[in-house]
């Protein structure tokens, strides 16, 4: 099984930055890539930001250029910088996990990011 902790929401004024961290532990050996998703109220789940064991980013369109997702791979942690940050950026976030082998995925319990005045 795989565990993913993630910590790091909460609200924030627009402008502001927020840094989010998920943890994943367990059997992880074959972990390829680590990600967030977020999905708001009324909306599709979308990709915010993913990297791969080998570096590779990508992100969803709404957030180039504002978010940067690092990753620890001796940590087994993924983190998302998030700056500049708008009400439209208001979501639940979800860490995410993905072992190609068996195409497994993996989600965590998901974080609140309020943007508000």
């Known amino acids: 099984q795989v565990q993913l902790v993630e910590s790091g929401g909460g609200l924030v004024q627009p402008g502001g930055s927020l840094r989010l961290s998920c943890a994943a532990s367990g059997s992880i050996l074959a972990l390829d890539a680590m990600g967030w998703y977020r999905q708001a109220p009324g909306k599709q789940r979308e990709l915010v930001a993913r990297?791969?064991?080998?570096?590779?980013?990508n992100y969803g369109d709404s957030v180039k250029d504002r978010f940067t997702i690092s990753g620890d791979n001796a940590k087994s942690t993924v983190y998302l910088q998030m700056n500049s940050l708008n009400p439209e950026d208001t979501a639940v976030y979800y860490c995410?996990?993905?072992?190609?082998?068996?195409?497994?995925?993996?989600w965590g319990q998901g974080t609140q990011v309020t943007v508000s005045a």
């Open positions: 995410h996990a993905y072992f190609p082998l068996g195409g497994r995925n993996y």
């Open positions: 990297i791969t064991r080998g570096g590779v980013r």
